[in-house]
């Protein structure tokens, strides 16, 4: 006798999974379909052609970002990623997560406060890349556009933190236990236009895991939120600092 819950939960979550992207795929290609055949008939309607040229470029942006997530996710579960350590400045990494957010994104919101004289450290660039860049664009999607998001940068004797702070909608304490979860969406977000994957903190936090770090959260419903990174010193790759 054998207790096969678990595996029959693996089973199920893996079918929801699968499941989940096979919409999250369809719903753009649907989208860009239907501009495709449309710009056929409105071809000489300039207006039409700007909104077609848009929405399409939104849409390949959406999937190209939740196609990057899946592929990173995966790499990382099935233990073939392989971290590219590489010495960093982190107020530099920030910056670049910054200029590469979606073109739209009005990047005067954003304040980097940083504490002087921060040692570089040991990390996957590429990989904390896109666990920053996930934490600003939710920053973005969950707050007020006339709101600031502040990024904190500091360093205490045990670690380099990374802090993002917004003055958005918040997340219940019912939902910070789950949200970390694969393609949980807080139910206000998932039936709103905001669009999303639910994927953006599962696979930062797998990042940042992944550096022997801890990817934590503190928000209030109505006031904001902060998402904070936190590289241990004295584990993994911050151990490495020059
Ligand atoms: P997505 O944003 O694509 O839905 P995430 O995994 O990045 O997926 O986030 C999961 C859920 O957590 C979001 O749907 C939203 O409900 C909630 N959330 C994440 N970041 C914030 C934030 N800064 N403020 C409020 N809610 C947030």
């Known amino acids: 006798m054998r207790d096969i819950s678990q ?9 929801e999974f699968v499941g ?25 309607d300039a207006a039409f052609l700007v909104e077609a040229q848009n929405t399409i470029e939104q849409e390949v942006e959406r999937m190209t970002r939740l196609i990057h997530n899946l592929l990173s996710m995966t790499q990382i579960e099935m ?12 107020t530099e990494m920030v910056q670049d997560c910054i200029n590469m957010l979606d073109h739209g994104a009005n990047k005067e919101r954003i304040n980097v406060l940083a504490s002087d004289k921060l ?3 040991q990390v996957d660039k590429e990989l904390l890349r896109i666990a920053v860049s996930n934490l600003l664009t939710n920053a973005f999607k969950y707050s007020p556009a006339d709101t600031p998001t502040i990024v904190q940068i500091n360093e205490s004797p045990e670690a380099i933190t990374i802090g993002v702070t917004d003055q958005g909608l918040g997340i219940s304490t019912a939902d910070q236990e789950r949200i970390f979860d ?3 969406r807080s139910e206000s977000h998932a039936q709103s236009d905001t669009p999303g994957h639910g994927l ?27 998402f904070t990174i936190e590289l241990w010193k004295n584990t993994g790759v911050a151990a490495h600092a020059i």
């Open 79 to 90: 233990g073939t990623f392989e971290l590219d350590p590489q010495r960093t400045q982190l």
């Open 200 to 226: 953006g903190l599962s696979i930062a936090r797998e990042i940042v895991n992944l550096h022997h770090g801890s990817l934590t959260v503190i928000s209030a419903l109505s006031e904001g939120t902060t």
């Open 20 to 44: 989940s992207v096979s919409h999250e795929v369809k719903a753009p290609l649907n989208t860009i379909g239907l501009y495709a055949q449309m710009i056929s008939e409105h071809h000489e």
């Open 7 to 15: 595996e029959v939960a693996a089973r199920k979550s893996r079918a």
């Open 182 to 184: 694969k393609f949980y």
């Open 119 to 121: 040692p570089p450290v």
